[in-house]
Every structure is written in structure tokens, then in C-alpha cells.
């Protein structure tokens, strides 16, 4: 069985950094399209960043857009999510997730999940 591995979240300032990585086994060669999700305190789960293995092209919220920056290194089987100029808004818990088809912030189209990693942020 394939599954998602994340880890780099942690506790920082306002301004502050932090890279998660999200490690992928069992399915390396089947998915299409990784999504970087968060859900913070009684808020629904929300895209911030998602990627197509194929292009590497990355798309964005935009409330995190100049800020985070995905990318993917296949030889790791591992994507980052880095995130720069944390925001308190910017805490939540953090989901990778992948989907063998398409590429959009429907997190309901994501087929496979991490277990998340907590980003709490200060000001």
C-alpha cells in the first residue's frame, strides 16, 4: 500500500521559516499530482499549493502566493513545501496528498493522505 509521510513542521516566529517534506512509498510511479492542504482550529481543510509531477508546474493560494513555494524531487520521492514570512494565519495542521488524475484544490479528488504536521506560528 502506497502512503504519505510528512515532517519539518514546528514552531516559529512571524517572519520565521519552515520546509515540510512529504515523503511518498508503495506508489511512486502513479501519481500525477501532489496538493498541500491545511486546516486550522474549527476551519475546513484548504489547498495552499499543489503540483504536477509530469510539468512541475505549481500553482498557489493566494494567501500564501510569494511566500511558499512547492517543488519535487523525484529522486527522493519526496516534495517540499517551503514556507517564508510565516504568518500567525499561516498555523495549522498540514496535509500532503496525492491523486492519480487531474490537478485541482477539490481535496475531495485526492486519493491518498499524509498524517499531518502541525505549523504554529507566533507573533
Do not use: H
Amino acid at each position: 500500500l502506497g502512503q504519505l509521510v510528512e515532517s519539518g513542521g514546528g514552531s516559529e516566529q512571524t517572519g520565521g521559516s519552515l520546509r515540510l517534506s512529504c515523503v511518498i512509498s508503495g506508489y511512486t510511479d502513479t501519481w500525477a499530482c501532489m496538493g498541500w492542504f491545511r486546516q486550522g482550529p474549527g476551519a475546513e481543510r484548504v489547498g495552499v499549493a499543489r503540483i504536477w509531477r509530469a510539468s512541475g508546474n505549481p500553482y498557489y493560494a493566494d494567501s500564501v502566493k510569494g511566500r511558499f513555494t512547492i517543488s519535487q524531487n523525484d529522486a527522493k520521492n519526496t516534495v517540499y513545501l517551503q514556507m517564508n514570512s510565516l504568518k500567525p494565519e499561516d498555523t495549522a495542521m498540514y496535509y500532503c496528498a496525492t491523486t492519480s488524475w487531474g490537478c485541482s484544490w477539490n481535496s475531495e479528488s485526492y486519493d491518498t493522505w499524509g498524517q499531518g504536521t502541525q505549523v504554529t506560528v507566533s507573533s
